[in-house]
């Protein structure tokens, strides 16, 4: 393995401690020393085209139940968070925004945004009283500044609700499925959204095995 693979500065915190974590046929994954971010050697990474071609193939409508029932893992409890009238965003929604219809019925106005199915910049150029960012994170090449952003999207006491499967001991990522996507290329685990929630003075709260939700304080 050439020495290049080790020399990565990670893509969340820029630490330049990311040691090889896991590498199997397909691809190398580093780990962050420092906020635990597990990520994907950009080598490996898929060209846009490839990776919208990835997208294309999910089977995700609107108005399918099954879709629905996983996404109210995230959406239930935001919502129970939520003052009336609150109005959000569904950041990465993909072709079938399901998220953001279940919000607009329940009486939450939100808008969508996806960099090739929702590409419209004007709507991340205000803010909202809460971002989804569901089955989304795990995708981003350059979290560090994706994460600023989704930050910046938020009302002073907004709320960010995440769902992404998060990752475990290095035992349980060698069989992990969730890498075997290849649009998969940054990997959370709570440490890491615990190192983030500390740096940036969040409240965090773990739901179930794959939701988390963070708070932006009322006041800077």
Known sequence: MSAQLHDLHCPLCNHSDTPLFWQDKRRHYQRCASCKLIFVDPHYRLSAEQEKAEYDLHQNQTDDPGYRRFLARLADPLMARLPAGSEGLDFGCGPGPALAAMFNEAGFATTTYDPY?????????????????????????????????????????????????????????????????????????????????????????????DVILLQIPESL
Request: charged share 20%.
């Open 117 to 209: 199915y929702a590409h419209y910049p004007a709507r991340l150029q205000r803010q909202y009283d809460f971002v989804c960012c569901s089955e989304a994170i795990e995708h981003f090449y350059r979290p560090g500044r994706e994460w600023q952003q989704l930050l910046s999207l938020l009302r002073p006491g907004g709320w960010l609700g995440i769902m992404t499967k998060l990752a475990l001991s290095q035992e349980a990522f060698a069989n992990w499925h969730y890498k075997q996507d290849p649009t998969h290329v940054s990997f959370f685990s709570r440490e890491t959204f615990l190192w983030l929630a500390a740096r940036d003075g969040l409240g965090i709260e773990f739901i179930g095995t």
